[in-house]
């Protein structure tokens, strides 16, 4: 069941309980590991956790995904030996062919239709029960751009972040909006050389800790750091001191904290 669309809220909110939490320049990240669902503990400077953040796996509906696209190559395939094996050449290569590219083709359309949306959620308790946030993924597969559309719990729209698939093939970026569509900042992996390093070393390239530099609408003026620290274990900290003026709402900073790091599968 698709989520409900958000919509632009009539008036700003106010600095309320929730969203005073989001008052701050600085926020810790933790990943917790040995977890059935991607969560996060969010801390401030003084290592008091503030926000807990949760993307759901759906482990099952993900396996009776793998399982049916299974099962639809697999008749493809079986279907073609079969046809194949009853007419003369060349057409029998010919259509051996055709089915297993069907097949494939049939098995990826089957997985994706099955397969979940894993939409984020940022909660003030860690019973997950006052939520904060709401991250939805708007697409389950995307060959270009993948959004992710922000709202608060009412479902009043605060903004979006897009990641071109393709510019990230050379340097990581994502682009975040406001509920109008304003271009507020650019998010970019911290260097291109270490970036095309990354890429070459392939599973390797993980041992290269991956930062990101984030940038006003012009590309050019810091507004924010996403660093990782050196650990084990996948702690991050969100800088966005250099942005005195509060040009990104500081809910939208956390939510491309989040994604910067589940969403590029780190």
């Known amino acids: 069941m698709s989520p409900p ?3 632009v809220a009539s ?12 008052d701050r320049d600085r926020f810790l990240l933790h990943q917790k590991h040995l977890a059935l669902t991607e969560t996060y503990r969010v801390f401030d400077e ?7 953040v949760k993307r759901e796996g759906h482990h099952l509906r993900q396996l009776a995904a793998a399982v049916a696209a299974g099962f639809v190559a697999l008749a493809f395939i079986v279907g073609g030996i079969g046809v194949s094996s009853a007419v003369q050449q ?7 062919i055709a089915c297993v590219v069907i097949g494939i083709v049939s098995a990826v ?21 006052r939520e904060l946030l709401k991250i939805y993924q708007d697409q389950k597969i995307a060959f270009v751009n993948a959004t992710y559309t922000v709202a608060d719990p009412e479902f009043n729209l605060i903004g979006w972040f897009r990641k071109n698939h393709f510019y990230s093939m050379f340097r990581k970026r994502w682009y975040g909006y406001d509920a109008e569509g304003k271009l507020l900042c650019l998010a970019l992996e ?4 270490l970036s095309i390093l990354r890429r070459v070393l392939g599973q390797y ?12 609408p012009d590309g050019r003026t810091p507004i924010g750091e996403f660093n990782r620290k050196y650990t084990m274990f996948d702690k991050y900290v969100l800088d966005m001191t250099a942005d005195p003026g509060r040009a990104i709402d500081r809910r939208l900073a956390v939510a491309l904290g989040v994604l910067l790091d589940t969403a590029e599968k780190r």
């Open 11 to 22: 008036a700003p909110p106010g600095l309320s309980s929730s969203t005073a939490l989001f």
């Open 90 to 96: 060349p057409w029998d290569a010919i259509i051996g």
């Open 109 to 129: 359309a089957v997985a994706v239709w099955i397969g979940p949306k894993r939409h984020i959620g940022v909660f003030a308790d860690q019973s997950m029960a």
């Open 5 to 7: 669309v958000p919509h």
């Open 190 to 193: 911290d260097s291109v050389a």
């Open 46 to 52: 003084q290592g008091q956790p503030i926000m807990f």
């Open 205 to 216: 390239g993980a041992m290269i800790r991956t930062n990101f530099n984030v940038f006003g």
